[in-house]
């Protein structure tokens, strides 16, 4: 495994129902989070785990609660000292469910951090129904991806774009259905990625990240067994154990 750079160690810990990724310092993060969404600096990711169905709770105060997720995952990160420079994804897949995973070539290392569920499964296209049947089951896959690379903007749309692919192949080669019943889903509707770059000390500045780039192959074979290991511990649904608050590159399933 190649050396981390001292500069750059990712720690991660569990704080109650919210994973806590700490990239030491502000650093170019591109999401479609709900709370810190597009690209900005931050320092902290969280993906907070949430009741399955909250909105289907009665009363005002439930419905106002929820109403705003990005107010909500605020009062998250103020609670554990990261409002001013977070990003953050919320998630109903029990975060024992989580899959801790890293990819390294050559001083180049990609790190990843994933929850997986799919009873909120849709193929891309599909017609919006507001008649959709409610599930108790948790349905959204979340990706956090952090990298040493010091990308451009457009290398980071880049790794966006892979890691979506990535996880549409898993799905469609795992024949996981839509929620209608039809086969062939390519995501869920509520599915959430981050793209975190290293700094210009830290790695190798890259203008390019697809898939005839190392950075872009290492996000798609992370990304490929990110989201099939969490599809195995989502039908499984027993004791994963949790992570520890420790520098990823110190703690990584091969």
Known sequence: MSRIPASFVTRFRLAGRTLVVDLQK??????????????????????????????????????????????????????????????????????????VLREAAAGLWVEGFFTVGVTNAVRAGEPVSPARSRRRSPGTINMILVTNAFLTAPAMVGMVQVATESKTAVLLSKRVPSWTGKPGATGTGTDAVVVASGAQEDGPVLKYSGTHTKLGELVGRLVSRGIQQGLARSRRRTGTPRPQDVGVGMRISN
């Open 26 to 99: 502000r650093r170019k993060v591109l999401s479609s989070a709900p709370r810190g969404g597009g690209l900005v600096r931050a320092r902290y990711i969280l993906n907070h785990q949430v009741p399955a169905n909250p909105m289907s709770g009665s009363g005002d105060q439930c419905r106002c609660q929820w109403s705003d997720p990005a107010r909500y995952l605020g009062a998250v990160a103020a609670d554990l000292g990261a409002d001013d420079c977070s990003v953050a994804l919320m998630t109903a897949v029990p975060l024992k469910q989580l899959v």
